[in-house]
């Protein structure tokens, strides 16, 4: 079964921190990546799409190393409102459609 | 656009009950998910439909979970009959081929 692996964390970091997540996952054919945000007792959000030169959104960096099958996040300057869990997720194609599996998940809380 | 609406968002049953729970994708959107999530097993895809069409079940546990999708603005998932260890989060979600996933706010089952 294909899958997706995070450490659970949780990652406990003051404010204005850098924090990494790092992510593997066992299927070489694997075509998109993605890191979702899912809020406590919300449903999960997409944060970004990950691609393979690397991708930044503000203080959010993705990168891929499709040799090495893993997908990471850096959060710089870390906020009170980054506390979340962060999945990463994985895109498999077919028969037409695509699905998306996800990791369970690395809890961040940032603290004061 | 109102999103994905999923209902209820709470339930609470007894076991040996029917539970039917329920998903409004979004409109143009051909694809819909439901996942369940669990602190153990963390989100899994139970079933995908693709125009209506089922595409993959491979994820539902066992016989007395049922998925239907009689149209494209509708979907149920059936647990008949539910035991406590069905109490999870179900989650529902659709996306096209353009677009990423959106998920729904799930409906929180308590099975007792």
């Known amino acids: 079964r294909k899958e997706v692996e995070q450490d659970p964390g949780p990652f406990n970091v003051p404010e204005g921190a850098t924090v990494a997540f790092n992510c593997t996952y066992s299927n070489s054919a694997s075509q998109s990546f993605f890191w979702y945000r899912q809020d406590c007792r919300k449903e999960p959000k997409l944060l970004m799409s990950v691609y393979s030169s690397g991708n930044e959104d503000g203080r959010f960096t993705a990168q891929l190393n499709r040799a090495s099958q893993y997908i990471s996040l850096l959060i710089r300057d870390s906020k009170l409102s980054d506390s979340a869990t962060y999945l990463c997720?994985?895109?498999?194609?077919?028969?037409?459609?695509?699905?998306?599996?996800f990791g369970k998940g690395t809890k961040l809380s940032v603290i004061p | 656009d109102a999103g994905v609406i999923q209902s209820p968002r709470h339930e609470v049953t007894e076991m040996g009950q029917e539970v039917t729970l329920r998903c409004k994708p979004i409109?143009?959107?051909?694809?819909l998910f439901w996942y369940r999530q669990t602190m153990m097993r963390g989100l899994e895809l139970l079933i995908y439909?693709?125009?209506?069409?089922?595409?993959?079940d491979s994820g539902m546990p066992e016989d007395r979970f049922s998925a239907k999708m009689p149209n494209a603005s509708f979907s149920t998932l059936k647990i008949q009959p539910s035991e406590p260890r069905d109490s999870a989060v179900y989650f529902c979600?659709?996306?096209?081929?353009?677009?990423?996933?959106?998920f729904g706010s799930g409906t929180r089952l308590t099975v007792v």
């Open positions: 409109s143009g959107h051909n694809s």
């Open positions: 997720v994985v895109k498999y194609s077919g028969a037409g459609s695509y699905q998306l599996t």
């Open positions: 979600a659709s996306s096209s081929t353009a677009s990423g996933y959106t």
């Open positions: 439909f693709n125009n209506n069409v089922p595409i993959d």
